[in-house]
């Protein structure tokens, strides 16, 4: 079985940057780190109100990440003409509500059609690989061929929240979009919401060539990462 791709998101560096609109956690240092430390690829979700990852921040990404650069991102016209002048390796089409948290469903490639396909055949004539970010379902997975993605993103949202019997029912769903996908010559990409505990039926998929996973790495690199943190302070004070 190929080794399954992981894609650090690195949005949540971003979000603690913008908190007090300093320099200070840079996404693209971080994304040095996790390349160093054994990424297959970064991931950032450039949103419309800038709320985290800002334009220079693709910029230099584009310039310094040299595995595989991931921008999930609306379909809309302006975020496109963006990928074009920026070229990362791929652009994964997420659905984008302005008062979201995080991104809260995949696209509904019945409703968005239109806007996904002019978007992916301007991105792709950039040479931009394209995903399209949706559910579990073969609708949609068909919809997503038919609209001229490379790739599909199953949003695992679902399966990371299952508890109990529903966890088997979920995994199930993911497994089943993803051999369709996989017939229709797809890639199949997989992420939202995993983490250390949850991943493990995921990683049985055997359709699954890359994993997108960001909270969960952020929120430990805090806690195992403090440590360090503020050892290195108090080096500096007891100078
Ligand atoms: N994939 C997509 C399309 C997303 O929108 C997100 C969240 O930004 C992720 C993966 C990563 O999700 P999480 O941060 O829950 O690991």
Request: glycine share 6%.
């Amino acid at each position: 079985m190929e080794r399954i791709r992981l894609g650090v998101n690195i949005d949540h560096v971003a979000t603690l940057r913008q908190a007090r609109k300093a320099l200070q956690p840079d996404p693209v240092w971080a994304a040095a780190a996790a390349t160093l430390a054994g990424a297959d690829g970064i991931t950032v979700h450039l949103r419309s109100d800038r709320r985290h990852i800002q334009d220079r921040d693709v910029q230099l990404l584009r310039q310094t990440v040299n595995t595989h650069l991931n921008v999930e991102l609306a379909a809309d016209d302006e975020m496109v003409g963006l990928m074009i002048d920026i070229v990362p390796d791929a652009v994964c089409l997420v659905p984008e509500n302005p008062n979201e948290i995080t991104t809260e469903g995949g696209l509904d490639l019945q409703k968005a059609g239109d806007r996904v396909a002019r978007a992916a055949t301007q991105l792709k004539a950039a040479g931009i690989s394209v995903t399209c970010f949706i559910e579990p379902d073969d609708k949609q997975v068909k919809l997503a061929r038919k609209l001229g993605a490379d790739s599909i993103e199953i949003n695992t949202n679902a399966f990371s929240l299952a508890r109990g019997d529903r966890i088997k029912k979920e995994t199930a769903r993911v497994a089943q979009a993803a051999k369709l996908a996989q017939k229709l010559g797809l890639d199949v990409h997989a992420g939202h919401g995993l983490d250390y505990f949850n991943l493990l039926p995921m990683i049985g998929i055997p359709q699954i060539t890359e994993l997108n996973i960001g909270h969960a790495i952020i929120a430990r690199a805090v806690l195992v990462g403090l440590d360090k943190a503020v050892r290195d302070m108090k080096a500096l004070l007891e100078r």
